[in-house]
């Protein structure tokens, strides 16, 4: 687990061969505390930041094969060992113990074919000498983040934001249609598009492959792997439990290869009680594990800390567990702290719980393993998928139409706001936006509208990816985009967190094996729901099924609850003046937001429910802030 950055040019005369990586592998440093390296030749150069998890003595980076061949790479290939044997049979010779030269010898053998080969996280980029090329790829959902941008001399590419805007020819400059998506919807990226202009992310399952000329001529992501889509109506529930299980077992056995300390995160609920109880079967080198609550117990609602489930999970015979009780006072300097260590603003606020968890957890282990990604795969968010059927029963209304209640349309009304939906569109933008654009234009100067053309780009990209999946029924849409979207959202949130206190975090539910056998099977093996509109139902049934003898009944049965942290209730108190004065005096809201709307915001701060609205704001601003992002709408 590492971070890269690196640069290639356009044309080999035009490039600066003594560009300096410093600032730029500085900016990686706490991704890779155990060393750096450079690699450099005519016209490109390859950096290195390591934090040594496999082969210590042996897998210093960028890694220079004989042949020429030179890999800069951040990740684990947990099927390593497998592929090594394959190649060495097909006459392969290895020089060191790490998965870094067996991801380069499979390219070298294999070329792209090799990505649908590897079972792990990566990013990673090797410069071919015989194609005179760079290539990059990421792996299948995106657990490993590479950002580039293509200028007109320079390609240049960086494991994180902050890292990639320390070359000194990229510009930061916002771009509009990025901040408007990330208003809606606290997203960093949409698609390939981040909210910095000209930088783009490389999307999970994709390669690039840069050569010469690439200004006349620019390189297109490809494709490597989307999840399946094939309905499997021939295996029964309980076939399909065993071979969840089987699956999940398996992932996980592979990613506790390691040649440093393993821990985990456990929040008492049933993903991480899973892996951590499994994990402590499988390996009598996985025995702590880490659990981080707010002091607050409640507010609005919300409960901010789950002892009684983590002490439930933790009663594993050998298992150690260690309670992070974390404290306000420390969540706004964390804040900013992280908001500068990846070079973008924050998407949830438990990114601070996480990284204090993190902390915690390198005391003792570099390697943390979690449960991200469970609800995704098996259907956990039950209330968005739910909405499915909402969106359903709406479609059948009419003024003519026959048995439709109308609790049913009060019910629509006061979810949605409309008891009709234009479209699929129309619905899944009302289910997924938390700010939606009347508000947004609301809050914005009018320019903004002007700007955006109404959120044309932003309306038209969702179209895209709906239309794209027309084929598919609105649950199988609805789950595929939170695979694609929410997870790879909360993937590049792990990955930050963990990084910045330079902590290795895997996650055994995102196996592509898991993946696609989950997408190939029935509805209503991931959840159940009831008829009664108000009811979300229950989800993730067949990983209910598959450990119901592992997990204690009152973990297996409880309701999803989030990681919640209670930051509207510091907004109201101890941060409200840090929250005014950031409305009131930042650069980019005196230049872009409405002074009358700040002004109604900040008497609403006492109300829950402004908190939503404000969070992306406030994120905004200590972005401009750390990073001296240009706001500049028409730059």
Known sequence: MCGIAGAFSNAVKSFDVELDLSSVLSRLARRGPDGQGVSRGRGWVLGHRRLAIIDINGGSQPYEDRSGYVISYNGELYNYRDLREELQAAGQIFATRSDTEVVLKAWMAWGPNCLARFNGMFAFAIYDPHRDSL?????????????????????????????????????????????????????????????????????????????????????????????????????????????????????????????????????????????????????????????????????????????????????????????????????????????????????????????????????????????EGADEVFGGYTEVLSSVMDFERARQQSPLAVGVGQADSAVLKSKYGVDQFNSLLDHYLRVFTLMKSETKFGLLRPDWKEVLRGDEALVLYHHERLEAMKDLTPFDAYSRLLLEKNLQSLLFRLDSSTMAASVEGRVPFT?????????????????????????????????????????????????????????????????????????????????????????????????????????????????????????????
């Open 135 to 371: 290539f990059l790829a990421r792996d299948h959902l995106g657990i490993k983040p590479i950002f580039y941008h293509a200028g007109q001399s320079d390609f240049h590419f960086a494991s994180s934001m902050a890292a990639l805007l320390a070359f000194k020819d990229i510009p930061a400059i916002a771009d509009p249609v990025g901040i408007s998506h990330y208003l809606a919807t606290t997203h960093i990226v949409m698609g390939a598009r981040t909210l910095v202009k000209g930088v783009r992310s490389l999307e999970p399952g994709t390669w690039i492959e840069v050569k010469r000329g690439f200004a006349d001529n620019p390189a297109k992501p490809v494709r490597y792997w989307l999840p399946a889509d094939q309905l499997s109506d021939t295996m029964s529930f309980d076939a399909a439990a065993a071979q969840t299980r089987a699956l999940v077992n398996d992932s996980l056995c592979r990613q506790l290869i390691s040649d440093v300390p393993v821990g985990g995160f456990l929040s008492g609920g049933i993903d991480s009680t899973i892996i951590a109880s499994q994990a402590k079967r499988m390996s009598d080198h996985f025995s702590n594990t880490y659990s981080a609550g707010y002091q607050e117990d409640s507010f609005a609602g919300e409960t901010y800390n789950e002892w009684s489930y983590v002490r439930e999970a933790a009663a594993i015979p050998g298992m150690r567990s260690k309670e992070i009780v974390l404290k306000g006072s420390d969540f706004y300097d964390d804040w900013r702290f992280l908001v500068a260590e990846k070079g973008q603003p924050l998407s949830t606020p438990n990114e601070v719980g996480i990284y204090r968890l993190a902390m915690a957890l390198r005391e003792d282990c570099v390697v943390a393993l979690s449960g």
């Open 511 to 635: 196996d592509p094996r898991l993946v696609n056998l989950l997408s190939s099977l029935p509805d209503h093996y991931k959840v159940v729901f009831s008829r009664d509109s108000g009811d979300a139902g229950l989800g993730k049934l067949l990983l209910r099924a598959a450990f119901a003898d592992i997990v204690p009944a009152t973990i297996l049965n409880r309701r999803k609850m989030s990681f919640a942290v209670p930051f509207r209730r510091w907004f109201a108190g101890p941060l409200r003046d840090l929250v005014e004065s950031q409305l009131r005096e930042n650069p980019w809201a005196k230049a872009w937001l409405q002074t009358e709307s700040v002004d109604f915001i900040l008497t609403k701060l006492d109300e829950p429910a402004y908190g939503i609205m404000i969070w992306p704001l406030l994120n905004l601003c200590l972005w401009q802030e750390a990073m001296g992002i240009s706001w500049e709408p028409n730059a």
